[in-house]
Nanobody, 117 residues
Framework: QVQLVESGGGLVEPGGSLRLSCEAS????????LRWYRQAPGKERDLVAT????????NYADSVKGRFVISRDNAKKAVYLQMNSLKPEDTAVYYC??????????WGQGTQVTVSS
């Protein structure tokens, strides 16, 4: 059974940091490109960050460049999103996504991140 389980969300003050984790099972993790998306209330789901199969390549949305870092540990079948200098506009549900070469797409259930004083 394929599973992606996110954790690490919560309430943080502006300027603070959070580290999201996503643990995978049920598929060949190393073969998949991994992404973090987020969806704020009333808005579309947006791509935040991407990491290639072996972690050699990463990409970020302009809105998070220099503040967020995506990483993966293929041995642990996990992907992470380190979020620093958080802003209120980062408030959203964050989703982890795994996409295979054939187009197979897996999603986690999401974790809420709220940035507020």
């Amino acid at each position: 059974q394929v599973q992606l389980v996110e954790s690490g969300g919560g309430l943080v003050e502006p300027g603070g940091s959070l580290r999201l984790s996503c643990e995978a099972s049920g598929f060949t993790f190393v073969s998949y490109v991994l992404r973090w998306y987020r969806q704020a209330p009333g808005k579309e789901r947006d791509l935040v960050a991407t990491i290639s199969s072996y972690g050699r390549s990463t990409n970020y949305a302009d809105s998070v460049k220099g503040r967020f870092v995506i990483s993966r540990d293929n041995a642990k079948k996990a992907v992470y999103l380190q979020m620093n200098s958080l802003k209120p506009e980062d408030t959203a549900v964050y989703y982890c996504n795994a996409r295979g070469i054939s187009g197979t797409d897996y999603w986690g259930q999401g974790t809420q991140v709220t940035v507020s004083s």
